[in-house]
């Protein structure tokens, strides 16, 4: 019977030995992947910081480049021709040329170096240029024969016919009358002129 009694006790405690043994291993185990496995994430953490200061970095270096504007299809060219000698400036309008469509403001200035680029919208373009020279708009009205005449005034002051109008000077107001009969009713540019013969009719 102490036989028997004394093998129980030796059997349970091998067994209590390797259930101890086997939680140590467990444990020790356990232990030694933790710090690995926080290491790990530090790591991450630590290339996903620097990755993202780069990115950061990176953009803020990066210029910020806005559109240039090109010029449309239907664009309108202003021409500006300012006469030194008579100081006077002419506007001519005109559509822009193909070739010129969806051009900068840099490339259409290659394209016309002889003028500056002083107006520069997509439907709108400005060119500037100065002449020495008198405009060639400098008109004078008279009558004749009852009738207004537009006389075209030369560079050297001679005058020549420009157009012979249908509108009675008896539709005149007296100053105008008094100012043509005087030779001082001159009218600068064609824009001008239209609009003093539209007043006339």
């Known amino acids: ?11 349970i405690s091998i067994f209590i030995i390797t ?5 140590k291993q467990v444990n020790k185990q356990k232990n030694t992947n933790e710090p690995q496995q926080i290491e790990s994430t530090k790591i991450s953490e630590i290339i996903e910081d620097d990755c993202t200061d780069e990115y950061i ?3 803020e270096l990066k210029p910020v480049i806005a559109e240039e504007k090109r010029i449309a299809v239907n664009a309108q ?8 000698q008579c100081d006077h400036t002419i506007n001519e309008y005109t559509e822009i040329p193909e070739e010129c469509v969806n051009m900068t403001k840099e ?25 020495n020279d008198v405009c060639g708009e400098h008109f004078k009205l008279k009558i004749e024969d009852g009738k207004i ?10 005058e020549t016919l420009y157009e ?18 005087n030779g001082t ?17």
Request: charged content about 30%.
């Open 164 to 181: 012979k109008t249908n509108i009675s000077s008896e539709y005149l107001t007296e100053t105008d009358l008094i100012n043509i009969n």
């Open 77 to 84: 060219l202003i021409l500006k021709k300012y006469f030194t």
């Open 19 to 23: 259930i101890l043994f086997t939680i």
């Open 107 to 131: 490339e259409l200035q290659k394209q016309y170096p002889e003028w500056e680029v002083i107006g520069f919208e997509p439907n709108k373009i400005i060119l500037y240029k100065e002449f």
């Open 149 to 158: 005449n537009i006389y075209l005034i030369n560079k050297d002051g001679t």
């Open 185 to 201: 009713l001159e009218v600068y540019g064609k824009e001008e002129l239209n609009k003093t013969i539209e007043d006339f009719e």
């Open 57 to 59: 970095k990176e953009q």
């Open 1 to 11: 019977m102490k036989k028997v009694y004394l093998i129980a006790i030796i059997l």
